[in-house]
């Protein structure tokens, strides 16, 4: 059990359907420097049923009245992909802090005016890249950062299986659902590449930048079979090194995501599991200079608290931030656009010059 802490962040989650009930209601539950002040739903059945739940202090079913709350210090925002600008835009604006599901935007122009509103409220935003919170991911990060010298070249799979709902089914509880919940307009898996890229790709190409850096160019090819699709990007990084990203939804066997990162000084091979599981990634970390590995347990695998602690921990003493900003986020988007320019131009394209939507 995590000891709470005497100061707590006042967290308001946005938000009560499936990725709020698996993942943020819970993180604010066991959060040792963070707590669920606050829920909002426009579902009154949903609010009240994850009020009686997890007993919040206040329940709110409009978002502008739960920001006019003075008692209430950040918002988690755990929306469909399209609410997830406005609604941080909405609480940066209300002198909130913000941990904001990834993808933080669709498009370019969506996290640059996100960006504006960051600056201008002088508050903390942190995108809800969690894979940065697995402790043997960032076991990995520090050796890449601390000890492996020049990086050689990074190869990395996030590869969803068939067989993801099977396993998942097993583990979670059954989500509550609403008739009443509010949805987007539109269908977003109408478009399968931008909605596995947004979905899956985002997390693939922050890993990618969490261990190797910067990323200046891609080049991309996408091939779509029996209902599967398979991107296959090679990556340019500031650092000089090299990267092959694969991407590939579904792959008809376990859920098989990692990466295989050649340096200098040694060399890191991971293998991440499927995060419903709340299970560290396994990682190998060999150092030349003696021969030898190191295999980091990673016990603590509730990377969605970890999150969370860090945003808490940020905004209530200072500390740098562990998690991805709102550059990091615009970084991810201008790399998914970029891939999905490559895929439909065939050429080599460079971050800083796409626009538009993935």
Same mark, same amino acid.
């Given at each position: /059990?995590?000891?709470?802490?005497?100061? !707590?962040?006042?967290?308001?989650?946005?938000?009560?359907? &499936?990725?709020?009930?698996?993942?943020?209601?819970?993180?604010?539950?066991?959060?040792?420097?963070?707590?669920?002040? #606050?829920?909002?739903?426009?579902?009154?059945?949903?609010?009240? *049923?994850?009020?009686?739940?997890?007993?919040?202090?206040?329940?709110? #079913?409009?978002?502008?009245?739960?920001?006019?709350?003075?008692?209430?210090?950040?918002?988690?925002?755990?929306?469909?992909?399209?609410?997830?600008?406005? /609604?941080?835009?909405?609480?940066?604006?209300?002198?909130?802090?913000?941990?904001?599901?990834?993808?933080?935007?669709?498009?370019?122009?969506?996290?640059?005016?996100?960006?504006?509103?960051?600056?201008?409220?002088?508050?903390?935003?942190?995108?809800?890249?969690?894979?940065?919170?697995?402790?043997?991911?960032?076991?990995?990060?520090?050796?890449?950062?601390?000890?492996?010298?020049?990086?050689?070249?990074?190869? %990395?799979?996030?590869?969803?299986?068939?067989? !993801?709902?099977? @396993?998942?089914?097993?583990?979670?509880?059954?989500?509550?659902?609403?008739?009443?919940?509010?949805?987007?307009?539109?269908? &977003?898996?109408?478009?399968? *590449?931008?909605?596995?890229?947004?979905?899956?790709?985002?997390?693939?190409?922050?890993?990618? *930048?969490?261990?190797?850096g910067k990323i200046t160019a891609v080049r991309a090819r996408l091939n779509e079979r029996?209902? %599967?699709?398979?991107?296959?990007?090679?990556?340019?990084?500031?650092?000089?090194?090299?990267?092959?990203?694969?991407?590939?939804?579904?792959?008809?066997?376990?859920?098989?995501?990692?990466?295989?990162?050649?340096?200098? @000084?040694?060399?890191?091979?991971?293998?991440?599991?499927?995060?419903?599981?709340?299970?560290?990634?396994?990682?190998?970390?060999?150092?030349?200079?003696?021969?030898?590995?190191?295999?980091?347990?990673?016990?603590?695998?509730?990377?969605?608290?970890?999150?969370?602690?860090?945003?808490?921990?940020?905004?209530?003493?200072?500390?740098?931030m562990r998690g991805a900003n709102v550059d990091d986020g615009i970084a991810s988007i201008? %790399?998914?656009? #970029?891939?999905?320019?490559?895929?439909?131009?065939?050429? *080599?394209?460079?971050?800083?010059?796409?626009?538009?939507?993935?």
């Amino acid at each position: /059990m995590i000891k709470k802490q005497d100061r !707590r962040l006042r967290v308001g989650v946005l938000g009560c359907g &499936p990725i709020a009930q698996f993942a943020h209601l819970q993180s604010c539950a066991k959060a040792g420097n963070a707590d669920l002040y #606050a829920i909002c739903d426009a579902a009154p059945d949903l609010l009240a *049923r994850m009020g009686a739940t997890y007993e919040p202090q206040k329940m709110y #079913a409009d978002y502008d009245a739960m920001l006019a709350d003075p008692e209430l210090e950040a918002v988690i925002v755990a929306t469909s992909d399209a609410y997830h600008v406005p /609604m941080s835009i909405k609480a940066l604006d209300a002198g909130k802090h913000v941990l904001c599901e990834k993808p933080i935007g669709t498009s370019v122009e969506e996290g640059e005016a996100l960006a504006a509103a960051v600056k201008r409220s002088g508050k903390v935003l942190q995108v809800g890249h969690m894979k940065r919170f697995d402790p043997a991911l960032e076991a990995a990060r520090d050796f890449v950062r601390d000890e492996m010298g020049e990086v050689l070249s990074l190869k %990395a799979w996030y590869c969803d299986s068939t067989h !993801r709902y099977t @396993n998942t089914d097993a583990v979670q509880p059954l989500p509550v659902t609403s008739k009443l919940a509010r949805k987007p307009g539109g269908n &977003p898996k109408a478009d399968l *590449r931008q909605y596995f890229m947004l979905a899956h790709g985002s997390h693939l190409v922050d890993t990618a *930048r969490f261990l190797c850096g910067k990323i200046t160019a891609v080049r991309a090819r996408l091939n779509e079979r029996f209902g %599967a699709y398979c991107w296959f990007v090679e990556t340019e990084f500031a650092s000089g090194a090299l990267g092959h990203l694969d991407l590939t939804v579904a792959v008809r066997m376990d859920w098989h995501e990692g990466f295989q990162l050649y340096g200098e @000084n040694g060399s890191v091979i991971a293998k991440t599991f499927n995060p419903w599981y709340f299970r560290a990634s396994e990682v190998d970390i060999f150092h030349e200079k003696d021969a030898t590995s190191r295999k980091p347990l990673g016990a603590d695998g509730h990377f969605f608290r970890r999150q969370l602690e860090g945003l808490a921990d940020t905004v209530l003493t200072g500390a740098p931030m562990r998690g991805a900003n709102v550059d990091d986020g615009i970084a991810s988007i201008r %790399a998914m656009v #970029a891939i999905a320019r490559s895929v439909e131009t065939g050429e *080599r394209i460079e971050l800083a010059s796409v626009s538009g939507a993935v």
